[in-house]
């Protein structure tokens, strides 16, 4: 694929959006001071306040495992345990990160289709008090999943009160979390805040930024700490002004609503293109910016040569192709037919 065309393979690999740019570019004028004792950065929390309620602490970081991680360690020691599902990007995509730096044990749950729920948490919800067993503490959930399904905010809630029933943390990796508001039609704050969640990782560099994610509490009591262990991590932003700067553009008008609506919209219109083409058969809902379909094993090396994109799961021939903010109709109708032709050959 050569530097000027748009894939399926992630959101990740996506332009940044030309209004994060010029953000950036207003940002570099000037001395400010550092670590995030400038202006741009109390704007920014300011406006993730507007989202996500006056009460929260948010902290910005580089990219998502450390997110993820950080605010994990925040509410843990190393004697406790994290619920997350066998797909969760705690437990299959970071390298061990999560058990590296906060010494805690994963305990996956498998899923069909990448969420919890209470039935699959409750087995795992004993032992406390007992020295000879890891402590659960904390039930991680992805909003929306790596599989590209959505959390209802009732389900959260549900979620959030069995959490709370047992003295536990809900923690949230939100890293699309945008693309779960624009396919649900809910404020950021319904699905976190109002719906119990006690801390928040929250995605910027998939939905049009250059890099930046924030780490948001909503128990302040939560992220007492977090300032050191956000140091100790290697995440402090000395010229933190343009990460704030990124989601200021970002989330002081719609731009998040729009970039987000505007990926689910061409998964959506993926998924009915590869519909009803023989041999692909779509393994989960589109309900955000994912498409995930089983594809005959002796067509994906010549469709990935084509246009590369990821195998999600190799057992059962499964691939994973994602829409971003910068995916055009016209991209969709040309990797459709680009699958109908490959297969048919």
């Known amino acids: 694929m050569n530097s000027n065309s748009r894939g399926f393979a992630s959101d990740n690999n996506a332009v940044v959006h030309p209004a994060i740019i010029a953000a950036l570019a207003a940002a570099n004028t000037g001395h400010c001071l550092a670590y995030g004792d400038d202006p741009y950065t109390a704007e920014a929390m300011e406006t993730f306040k507007r989202h996500f309620g006056e009460g929260i602490e948010v902290f910005f970081v580089f990219n998502g495992t450390a997110a993820n991680v950080l605010g994990l360690k925040a509410a843990t020691r190393s004697h406790h345990a994290v ?102 039609d809910t404020p950021l704050k319904a699905m976190t805040a109002d719906a119990g969640v006690d801390v928040l990782s929250f995605g910027g560099t998939k939905n049009g930024m250059m890099f930046g994610e924030a780490v948001v509490f909503f128990d302040p009591g939560l992220a007492k700490d977090f300032k050191y262990f956000r140091k100790q991590g290697m995440q402090l932003g000395s010229k933190m002004r343009f990460i704030a700067a990124q989601f ?29 083409i023989p041999g692909i058969d779509p393994t989960q809902a589109t309900e955000t910016n994912g498409v995930f ?28 192709w994602m829409t971003a903010f910068d995916t055009t109709e016209e ?15």
């Open 293 to 320: 379909a089983r594809v005959p094993a002796e067509h994906i090396l010549a469709l990935q040569e084509k246009s590369f994109f990821y195998v999600w799961n190799e057992a059962i021939s499964e691939v994973r």
């Open 331 to 345: 991209d969709v109708e040309g990797f459709v037919a680009m699958i109908r032709e490959t297969v048919r050959s």
């Open 83 to 184: 619920i997350c599902a066998d797909t969760a990007h705690i437990h299959v995509d970071e390298c061990g990160a999560p058990e590296r730096f906060t010494g805690c044990k994963l305990l996956a749950v498998p899923t069909a289709d990448g969420k919890l729920t209470p039935k699959t948490i409750r087995p795992l919800l004993h032992g406390f008090g007992f020295e000879h067993h890891a402590q659960p503490r904390v039930i991680s959930i992805t909003q929306p999943t790596e599989l590209g399904t959505l959390y209802s905010v009732e389900e959260i809630r549900e979620i959030s009160g069995l959490a709370a029933e047992y003295g536990m943390v809900l923690h949230m990796d939100g890293a699309r979390l945008a693309n779960a508001a624009a396919a649900l």
């Open 248 to 276: 200021q553009a970002l989330l002081s008008g719609d731009l998040w609503l729009e970039n987000a609506r505007h990926a689910n919209r061409m998964a959506a219109l993926l998924a009915e293109g590869i519909r009803d």
